[in-house]
Each structure stands twice: as C-alpha cells, then as structure tokens.
C-alpha cells in the first residue's frame, strides 16, 4: 500500500527535475545566440493554477519560456486528485470499484527557432487508483536529417533502460513507434524514442528509480543535442520545411494524445494541456 510519503516523494523529484530542466535550458539562452535571433535571452515565467475553486483537487505550476535559442518550451508540473467521470474510469485500470484517483508528473514540449534543432517531448507520471503505476516517454522530432544526435538520443535511453531492464527499450522503442503515429497520414510523427505506461512490479523503489532515470537521461541528452547543431544557420526554405513539419506535431496532439485527453477528461488547466503547441504552424 502507497503512502503520502511515497506520494511526496515523486511530487518532489518532478519539481526538482523542472527546476534542473529549467536552469539548463536558461543557461543555453545566456551562453548562445544565433546570428538570425537578436532577442535577449529566456527566462522561465512561472504560473501556478488550482484545479477546483475550493482547493481540494490539487493544481501544477506552468513554466514557460520564450527566447532567442527556445521559440517555446514549456515544462507543467502538476498534481491532482478527486474522481473519475462514469464515462472516463472505464479507460483507467483500477477505477472498477472506486472512481478515485491521484496523479502527479511533469511534462515538457520544446520548439526551437532552428530547423536544425530538433523539436523535443518528454513526460513521466505516477498514477493510483486502487491500482498504481509509472508512466511516461521521451520522443524527439527532428526536421532535417539528423542521424548523430538521433542515434546519440536513441544509445542514451538504451543505455538507461537496460540499466533497469535489457527488455525495456526494444519493448518500449516499439511502444513508442506505435503510439506516436498519424494514422491518416501513415507515418511517424518523427524519430521516436520510448513510450512507456502501466509500470508496477511490485518493486515501488525500482520502478521510482526507472522513472527517475529517465528524467536525468533527458536532462542530460537534450541539451547536449541542441548545442551540437546551435551554430548551423538556415534559409527562409528551411525555416518552412520546419513550420509544415509543426504541423504534424500539432495533428498529433489534437487527435490522438492520452496525455491531452487525460487533462481535458479530468478538469486540468487548459493552458497547460495546450502548452504542448507550437507558436507558429503551416500546412500546405
């Protein structure tokens, strides 16, 4: 049985987590500028919300930034609590019985002025019914070709998982493939990465360690791929392909993400659940 310490416990490493992302990402904005973005660097906004009027459904806080390397990122934490709608507890293991749940994770979406920088998602989270269980994923989007860091991405997160599990990142590798695809267009959304949902091996502990891991993986590789591609400049076509390339982001989000769904289903804030949207879209 799951206690408030154990509930405090991951509330606390997703705020820790946000508050490392967010520092990296603030001293990218100081340390470069492209030629092209003569703006001053980003700096976090911070805006924290509560779910219900009363207080007692929890709430998250919204960090966003806007600056001359990140066009928009975004990293929400957030935790929630309260009841299922009927029509809602039917998707969610546990809530048979009771409609009862507690949720607490940290999401992050990035988009970047640069073609050349790939576009980045990453999210994990702890949910309790009368069940409970850690979920999450990381995915990058890249516009151009990009196989270095694609692969560097891809070595770090194997690397990662296997230190828990050796079947973790093919099963998870395939779950993402799957999970992030535009079925009426018939491709990926972009380069992948792992998706993972529903774990609970009976080992709390390990499986808390797992969801950490995942977040130091991404602290570390993100921002190590964005300086490696940070002084490439590019043309208004280039730039284009970038905006077009957004827009399957966007139709993803819209019409098939469990994260967008869970929110909108369960009260959360709308301008956290949409905070995944790029600033600016084309499609042809």
Same mark, same amino acid.
């Given at each position: 049985?799951?206690?408030?310490?154990?509930?405090?416990?991951?509330?606390?490493?997703?705020?820790?987590?946000?508050?490392?992302?967010?520092?990296?990402?603030?001293?990218?904005? +100081?340390? /470069?500028? %492209?030629?092209?973005? !003569?703006?001053?660097?980003?700096?976090?906004? #911070? @805006?924290?919300?509560?779910?219900? &009027?009363?207080?007692?459904?929890?709430?998250?806080?919204?960090?966003?930034?806007?600056?001359?390397?990140?066009?928009?990122?975004?990293?929400?934490?957030?935790?929630?609590?309260?009841?299922?709608?009927?029509?809602?507890?039917?998707?969610?293991?546990?809530?048979?019985?009771?409609?009862?749940?507690?949720?607490?994770?940290?999401?992050?979406?990035?988009?970047?002025?640069?073609?050349?920088?790939?576009?980045?998602?990453?999210?994990?989270?702890?949910?309790?019914?009368?069940?409970?269980?850690?979920?999450?994923?990381?995915?990058?989007?890249?516009?151009?070709?990009?196989?270095?860091? +694609?692969? /560097?991405? %891809?070595?770090?997160? !194997?690397?990662?998982?296997?230190?828990?599990? #050796? @079947?973790?990142?093919?099963?998870? &590798?395939?779950?993402?493939?799957?999970?992030?695809?535009?079925?009426?267009?018939?491709?990926?959304?972009?380069?992948?990465?792992?998706?993972?949902?529903?774990?609970?091996?009976?080992?709390?502990?390990?499986?808390?360690?797992?969801?950490?891991?995942?977040?130091?993986?991404?602290?570390?590789?993100?921002?190590?791929?964005?300086?490696?591609?940070?002084?490439?400049?590019?043309?208004?076509?280039?730039?284009?392909?970038?905006?077009?390339?957004?827009?399957?982001?966007?139709?993803?989000?819209?019409?098939?993400?469990?994260?967008?769904?869970?929110?909108?289903?369960?009260?959360?804030? +709308?301008?956290?659940?949409?905070?995944?949207?790029?600033?600016?879209?084309?499609?042809?």
């Amino acid at each position: 049985m799951l206690t408030n310490k154990n509930k405090q416990q991951v509330e606390d490493w997703f705020k820790t987590l946000r508050n490392q992302i967010c520092k990296s990402f603030e001293e990218i904005e +100081i340390q /470069f500028q %492209h030629k092209l973005i !003569k703006e001053r660097p980003g700096k976090f906004s #911070k @805006k924290k919300w509560k779910r219900l &009027k009363n207080n007692k459904g929890g709430g998250g806080e919204i960090s966003t930034m806007k600056g001359r390397i990140f066009e928009k990122v975004g990293v929400n934490i957030s935790t929630v609590y309260g009841n299922f709608s009927k029509e809602f507890r039917k998707q969610i293991p546990g809530c048979k019985k009771s409609p009862k749940f507690w949720a607490s994770g940290i999401s992050l979406v990035a988009h970047l002025h640069s073609p050349f920088i790939t576009a980045a998602h990453f999210n994990t989270r702890h949910i309790i019914t009368s069940k409970s269980w850690f979920g999450g994923g990381t995915d990058i989007t890249p516009t151009m070709p990009d196989k270095k860091n +694609i692969n /560097f991405f %891809h070595n770090s997160l !194997k690397k990662t998982c296997s230190i828990h599990n #050796k @079947k973790y990142y093919p099963k998870f &590798k395939k779950w993402c493939d799957e999970y992030f695809y535009l079925k009426h267009r018939k491709e990926t959304r972009g380069a992948g990465g792992i998706f993972f949902d529903y774990i609970n091996t009976n080992k709390w502990e390990e499986d808390f360690e797992f969801t950490k891991n995942i977040g130091k993986c991404f602290l570390e590789t993100y921002p190590r791929i964005i300086k490696n591609n940070i002084k490439k400049s590019w043309t208004k076509n280039d730039r284009e392909k970038l905006l077009i390339k957004r827009g399957r982001y966007a139709e993803f989000n819209l019409l098939y993400d469990r994260g967008t769904q869970f929110g909108l289903k369960t009260g959360g804030n +709308i301008e956290a659940i949409l905070m995944s949207m790029p600033p600016t879209v084309k499609w042809i």
